[in-house]
DNA sequence: GATGAATGAGCTTTCATTCAT
DNA sequence: AATGAATGAAAGCTCATTCAT
C-alpha cells in the first residue's frame, strides 16, 4: 500500500508501511531541503539522491507540491507518534510531560533535517494558512486534563501546546547550530523553566 | 551613504536612514516572500511593486542574496533596538521582561511579514550556519546581570535568551495564523509562564 | 492475421479483420485526438481509454508513429469502401455521383473523428509528403469514363477528385462544427452545385 | 505598437504594423510547423530560427498557446484582407468570384506555410469548436447581394463561403504537394466549375 | 501475450542578471 | 541613476518506450 495514511490497529495508531521508493525520494527531499531550501532541492536532484530517475517522483507524487505536502504529513505523524508514545510513560503528569519535552528534543536533535524542514514549511506558501499545527491532539488532552486536575496553570491549551514545542525548537536550534552546545544538565534546566511556568504552585 | 549599518552615538544604537528606493524595495520583497516565500518573490515583481524597474534594484543590491542578507540585517536591527528600548524601560527586572517580552510582541503582531520572513531566513541557506541570532548583546547582559543579582535562576544566557524569542514567537504566530486569537490576558499568560520558569524564588 | 491490409476476393475489396484489441485502441485513439489532438493523444491515454496496458500497444504497433499510420490506413479503407459500394449503386452517372458524394457525407457526418482525424493526419509530419489522397481508384475511373461518355466536362480526373472530397468535407465540417446546420434541402443544393460544375451541358 | 490588430483609416481596414522581432517569431513558427507539425516546433527551435533567445519569446506571447493564436489571428487577417480587396476589383460579379479566387489560389500558392497551418489549427485543439471561419465578412455579404441580384443561386451564404474556401484549398494542395501540378488552364477549370454550379442561369 | 513501474530525453516556462539606451 | 528588452541556464514536468515479472 503505498498511500501514506494512518489506521486503527487495535488499541493502538500506527502508521502504515510506505513503499521503499517512496522512503527513498523522502528521505533525500529531507536532506536536500535542509541542506539547501526548497529552492536549492529540485527534482533531478532529489530525484539523484535518491537513486531513481526524475520522472519515477511523478509515479508517487503528482508534482513538487504534493511532494512537499506528503512530505510534511508523512514526518508530522512520526511527531505525533513520539508524542502519543511519551505521553503514555511516566507516573505523574510531571514526568510524563518531561518525558514527551524530552523525547521530543532527542527527535529533532537526531533528525535536524526534519526540524529545519518544518520550519522551512509551516511558513511557507505550501502550509498556505500558516496556522501552526499540533494544537489538537494528544497534548491538548494532556493539558485540559492536568488543569482539571489542578496541576497546570489556567490557561488556553492552545498557547501551552505552542509554547511547549517553541521551546523544545527553540533548544535543539541553539544545540545544533549554535557555538552553544547543551548538555544534560542544560536540558533539564530548560524543561524545568517551562514546567515551572506552567505548573500550579 | 546608502549602505545600511549602525553607528555608535554616543549612548544610543541608531540605523542610519536608507535611501526611500531601498526602502520600497526592502517593503516590497518582505511583502511578496510573507505572501508567496522566496520561491514567489523574483526580482521582476520584487521591482514592480517597488514602482522601480528591475534593473534597477541591480543599482542598490548586488543580486538576489545580497537583498535578502540585507533585508533581515536592517530587520534585525530594527528588532534590537525595540529590545534596548524596551530593556531601559521599567523599575523592576521583572517589569522590564515582561515590556521586552510585551514590546516584542506587538512587534511582531503589527509586522507579520518581518515575523515569517525571519523564520523563512533563519532556516534556509541564505543563513548558511542556521545559527540562531540575537544571542548576544542587550538581552544577554540583561540575563546575566540577572543571575548576578540572583533573582534569575542559573542558566546560559543563550538559552534564556532563544527560550525568550521562542516563547514571543509561539504566541504571536498563535495569534496571527490559528483560529485562536490571543487577548491581553492570554499575552500575561504567556509571559508569566516564562518569567515564572526564569526567575528564582 | 493481425496486419491491417486489403485482399481481392472475387470482385469484392474486402478488409482484412483486424483483432479486437487493436479495434479497441483504434477507436480510443480516434476519440483522443478528435479531441485532443495528436499532442492530447499520449500512448498511456490510448492505452488507458481501450481498456489495455501501456506496454500492450507495443505488441501490436511499432510505436506511436506506425499506429497513427495504421489508423490512417485503416480509416481510409473505410472510406475507399464507401466511395466503391457507392460508385455501383444508380441508374445513371448522375446517380451514382450523387450516393458517392451523399455515403461519404453521411460517413463523415457520423464519424467526426474520422473527419478530424484525416484533417490532421494530412497535414501533420507523419503524412510526409503532404499529398492528397484517393487520387486514383475507383473515383478515377468513375470520372474518366464520363469524360469519355461526354457527360463529365473534359478536367484533369485528379482535380476533380479533390474537388469532390473538398466538397464533402467542407459541407460536413459546416454541418458539424458551426451553427450553421444542414438539412437535406442544403445538401442537395451542395452536391448539385458540384455536379452543374462538373456536369456538361 | 505590438499589439496586432485593427483600425479604421479612413475607408480602409488595414493591420497595424507588428514589432519586427514578432514578425521574426511568426515566421519561424510558421516555417517549422509547416515542416515538422506543432509537436516539431518546441518553443527552443522556433526561437533559435527567429534568432532570439527562448526567453525572449516570452515577452511577446504568453505562451506557446498563445503564440499559436496570434499567429493564427494574424493570417487570418492577411487573408482577410485579400478576400476584401479582390471583391472590390472587376466590372461584374462573376469578374470579382474569379479574381477572390485566384488571388486566394495564389496567396496559399506562395504560402504554403500558411495554407498547411491553417489546416493543422483549424482541426486541432487551439481551435477548440473546430468552427469554420470567415463565415461572416465581405464573403457573406458578396454572395447575399448577388443572390438578391437574382446572379447566384439560392443557398445559404455560409455554404457558399465554405465550398469556395474548401475549392480553393483542395486546388492548392493539389498543384503543391501531388505529382498532379496544375496550369493556368486547370486553375481555370477550377474556378469555372464553382462558379457554374453556383451561378444562376 | 499482458502488465505497468521505471526510464530519461526533451518539452514549456521562469527568472536572476546584463547592458544599450 | 534608471530603464526594461533580452538572455540562457535551469526549473518542473510529460510521455514514448522498455523490460522484468
Known sequence: MNVQSTVNVGPYIIMEEISEKKRLIFESALDLIRERGFHGAPMSLVAGNAG??????YHYFKGKDDLIRELYAYNRERVIAIVDKAAGTGATRKERFFNIWNQLYEFYNQNDNVLIFFEQFLNSPYNADKSPNHLRG????FFQEGMEAGEIRQVK??????????????????????????????????VEILWQGIATG
Open 52 to 57: 531513481v530517475a526524475a520522472g519515477t517522483i
Open 138 to 141: 494528544t497534548l491538548y488532552s
Open 157 to 190: 491549551p492552545e498557547l501551552l501546546i505552542v509554547l511547549t514545542f517553541g521551546s523544545v525548537n527553540s533548544a535543539a536550534k541553539l544545540n545544533l547550530f549554535s557555538q552553544v552546545p547543551l548538555d544534560q544538565s542544560d536540558l533539564r534546566d530548560a
